[in-house]
């Protein structure tokens, strides 16, 4: 399978835990991004990496929220000290280029109920 | 501040009819719109992109149209079918840096 995948697809922890989510893009995709959706919403932007730079951030991202792209391969998102509010389907995708180009590849996500 | 609205209420039409759904933009000049198809517990899936200087764009039984004075788009499938029910999102991005901007989505149940 060479599409995007996300680990692990469901996470369940305790407020207050730190969660760390993965996610392999399609291999050939510079670009990766990260986006939180929670029911009945649409995709909300978090961040994304253009290979190992991250070139923008939400400002609706809390600092308890990180990312990395080291080598400009798989990416990592790490929430720390969780709240019952990041409840949510983290969602990964990875594109070939900008602009018109920018047909994101979506993963199946990364659930996470946060108790 | 930027907004994309689109029906927040499902879409209920029977099979064989065309199915019509309006994404609607403020503050917001975009150098194109996307649509993507979401399943229940799945990542959306790109289906088409238009281009600000294109008014309509096809493929198989999908249609779009772009209209950057109204500032509107609207996604047809005509000859709908069970297997078309599901969440679409309109989605509008730009040359620069920023990455898609998505809509809330719009639940499409096709009768048989």
């Known amino acids: 399978d060479t599409g995007v995948s996300q680990n692990p697809r469901h996470k369940i922890t305790k407020r207050g835990q730190n969660v760390t989510f993965r996610c392999d893009p399609i291999?050939?995709?510079?670009?990766l991004y990260w986006y939180r959706q929670t029911l009945g919403q649409g995709p909300e932007f978090l961040t994304y990496?253009?290979?190992?730079?991250?070139?923008?951030k939400s400002r609706l991202l809390s600092d308890r929220f990180s990312a990395e792209r080291p080598k400009g391969s798989f990416s990592t998102l790490e929430i720390q000290r969780t709240e019952q509010g990041d409840s949510a389907m983290y969602l990964c995708?990875?594109?070939?280029?900008?602009?018109?180009?920018?047909?994101?590849?979506f993963g199946s996500g990364t659930q996470l109920s946060v108790l | 501040s930027q907004k994309i609205e689109q029906n927040s209420e499902a879409l209920n039409i029977q099979e064989g009819k065309t199915a019509t759904l309006t994404c609607n933009y403020t503050n917001y000049s975009p150098a194109y719109l996307q649509w993507y198809r979401q399943d229940p517990g799945r990542g959306p899936v790109f289906l088409l992109l238009?281009?600000?200087?294109?008014k309509e764009k096809r493929k198989e039984r999908l249609k779009v149209t772009f209209d950057t004075t109204l500032k509107q788009s609207l996604f047809h499938i005509t000859a709908s079918q069970p297997a078309d029910s599901a969440t679409y999102l309109c989605?509008?991005?730009?040359?620069?840096?920023?990455?898609?901007?998505f809509g809330s989505g719009t639940r499409l149940q096709v009768q048989p």
């Open positions: 291999s050939e995709h510079n670009r």
């Open positions: 990496f253009q290979n190992e730079a991250q070139l923008e």
């Open positions: 989605a509008l991005g730009d040359t620069g840096r920023r990455a898609l901007t």
């Open positions: 238009i281009r600000e200087n294109e």
């Open positions: 995708a990875s594109s070939l280029g900008a602009g018109p180009n920018e047909k994101l590849f």
